[in-house]
């Protein structure tokens, strides 16, 4: 992983400006600012109703900010043409909760979807992508299956390889982890490092997932719901280590000390 400093020397990839965000009358994020740089992976947490998705959802475009704008790689998501919009939405992937493959389809078939969408190769070539991708997260093997017949941690895998079908820079991750055993979520993580590593990914992942957070992130963007938006952010350790703010301590201290309990339990 590179040093912060090297980091920010270049440009971001990704620059939120003062967005503010919500439905009607009710703000849920008020004039929020972030950068991501390039080969950063950036968890963004907080408690419930805080914002995380809403600020996912508007980092990718799905939704349009009441104020403020969002940059990927210096342009502006919403102020651009309808061909450039879909260029912009090429550069990056994205991977939900759910994994939400579609079940009639086979794993290859679902990681060559976003090919067929956006490419005119030709199939047999759409089929080798589909399973470079499917290799690169390790399920070789299992491209005739249906998400019925995996496990929950190889359809996660299959939603991030479907998710890199189209060679994008950023992967957003919502919840990665939501629903998997303590030792599936870490072979996960370790997928996670992989593809930072050897292919300069850039990651944007919201989990509340303490052994993911400090096994994986570079920074952690902290989100409050009373302060409709940052309270904190810096690597994992510092803020556990430094942070006075009652809201952030509680969260690594209180989720500390229960993950170590877990451990504990599951070793019995």
């Known amino acids: 992983m590179s040093s912060t400093i090297d980091q920010h020397s ?13 439905y009607g009358n009710v703000i849920i994020l008020e004039d929020v600012s972030l950068k991501v740089y390039a080969g950063e992976i950036v ?4 408690g419930s109703g805080c914002g995380k998705s809403t600020l996912l959802k ?8 009441q104020r403020g704008r969002v940059l990927i790689e210096g342009v502006d998501l919403n102020n651009v043409t309808q061909a450039q919009r879909m260029r912009l939405l090429q550069s990056f992937g994205v991977s939900y909760q759910t994994g939400a493959l579609f079940g009639s389809l086979t794993i290859l078939e679902n990681v060559r979807l976003p090919l067929e969408e956006c490419t005119n190769l030709p199939r047999t070539l759409q089929n080798g992508v589909a ?3 499917l290799a690169q997260v390790g399920l070789s093997g299992f491209e005739e299956h249906a998400p019925a017949e ?7 895998r299959a939603a991030i390889a479907r998710a890199m079908a189209l060679d994008p820079r950023i992967l957003f991750l919502d919840e ?18 992989e593809l930072a590593a050897k292919m300069g990914m850039t990651f944007v992942i919201v989990t509340h997932e ?5 096994a994986i992130a570079d920074r952690v963007i902290m989100l409050d719901k009373a302060v409709k938006g940052i309270v904190a952010q810096g690597s994992p350790r510092h803020l556990r280590d430094t942070n006075t703010n009652p809201i952030v301590a509680d969260f690594f201290h209180r989720k500390s000390r229960h993950h170590h309990h877990q451990s504990e339990v599951s070793r019995l």
Request: net charge negative; no cysteine.
């Open 10 to 22: 270049r440009p971001p990839i990704i620059t939120v400006e003062g967005i503010t965000a919500g």
């Open 43 to 46: 968890v963004i947490l907080g």
């Open 58 to 65: 508007h980092m990718i475009g799905l939704y349009q900010p």
């Open 131 to 133: 399973r470079l991708k």
């Open 150 to 156: 995996l496990s929950g941690g190889m359809v996660k």
């Open 176 to 193: 990665p982890s939501a629903g998997l055993d303590p030792v599936t979520s870490a072979e996960l993580d370790e997928l996670i490092l």
């Open 210 to 214: 303490l052994a993911s957070i400090f």
